[in-house]
């Protein structure tokens, strides 16, 4: 027991030094600068460098419990500071997955709404493309009938009914489920998440982590942001994590979103076979529409 408390006192603390000190630290050296050289003197290294050489004669001049105590100080603001972004990070996942609270509905629908005629439009094009005969299509007409499909599945897997890419992501596999196999996600999820294999659930949870690791790295955009108003240059620092945070989030949900329906694919009849519904006979095999809609009204009880 010794050993396993030390090494979840280990895994916490890299966790508790990558997630928060870190970036905090980090954070806390950008506010050091911004109030150093301000936006008059904001590109002038020759200060900043005066500042520094300053500041660390300050600090070697103190007594080495005044010192001490100047680490445990930075490290613990490292830490708040990384506490505030964390609770940040709920908005941010908000903001990119929706749907959107209520002083910005109208915004919501509007981009749903165009979101979806977009979508409608480009899987018409596709149909009309894919009217011509199979057997006299040209290999260009088949380019050109693939490229119409690429542009349909890259807007959104299905019907849009979210404000963004990340959360159409997400409606689409509901949707999917509900349509291709009649079951609600929204009540059927966790009891197929009791049932799939290990290595399914495994590889899940490694996408889930992903996405949440993307949200906090966008999510501290939003501090660096605020610097702004004293130091210009912060913007690019906002911009840049801002960005990496969302193209990771943006992979990251892609491939959540891949494997939740190839779970559905491949375990849903899982879940059949463990609430009792269906043909016992056959193991193998997607749902039928009438096997979901019976574990749909099961799930739900009368909800």
Do not use: C
């Not at 010794?2 to 603390?13: D, E, M, S, V, W």
């Not at 900043?48 to 070697?60: I, Y």
């Not at 919501?108 to 299509?137: G, M």
């Not at 240059?233 to 491939?255: E, K």
């Amino acid at each position: 027991m010794g050993g396993f408390f030390q090494q979840l006192a280990k895994t916490l603390a890299d966790r508790w030094i990558s997630l928060l000190v870190l970036p905090g630290a980090f954070f806390l050296g950008a506010v050091w600068v911004s109030l150093a050289l301000g936006q008059a003197d904001a590109w002038n290294v020759a200060l900043l460098t005066r500042q520094a050489d300053d500041g660390m004669s300050t600090v070697a001049d103190l007594p080495s419990g005044a010192q001490a105590l100047l680490v445990v100080a930075v490290l613990a603001a490292a830490s708040g500071v990384g506490f505030v972004v964390q609770a940040l990070a709920a908005v941010t996942r908000r903001v990119w997955l929706g749907p959107w609270p209520r002083p910005f509905t109208p915004i919501a629908v509007a981009r749903t709404a165009r979101r979806r005629a977009r979508w409608h439009r480009l899987v018409e094009e596709r149909r009309a493309l894919e009217a011509v005969n199979p057997a006299t299509r040209t290999r260009e007409q088949q380019d050109r009938i693939d490229t119409a499909a690429h542009r349909v599945t890259r807007l959104a897997m299905a019907e849009p009914g979210r404000p963004t890419w990340m959360g159409d992501r997400i409606h689409a596999v509901e949707s999917i489920a509900y349509h291709r196999y009649g079951l609600d996600l929204a009540y059927g999820w966790s009891r197929l998440w009791l049932v799939v294999p290990d290595p399914a659930r495994t590889e899940l949870t490694a996408a889930h982590s992903a996405f949440a690791a993307a949200v906090a790295t966008g999510t501290w955009a939003v501090p660096y942001l605020l610097l702004t108003v004293v130091w210009w240059p912060a913007v690019l620092v906002a911009a840049g994590i801002g960005l990496t945070g969302w193209a990771r989030a943006r992979a990251a949900v892609a491939d959540l979103t891949t494997l939740t329906e190839a779970t559905l694919d491949l375990h849903g009849r899982t879940l059949a076979a463990a609430l009792g519904i269906g043909d016992a006979t056959q193991e193998t095999g997607p749902l039928t529409i009438s096997e979901g809609e019976r574990i749909t009204d099961l799930v739900r009880k009368g909800r």
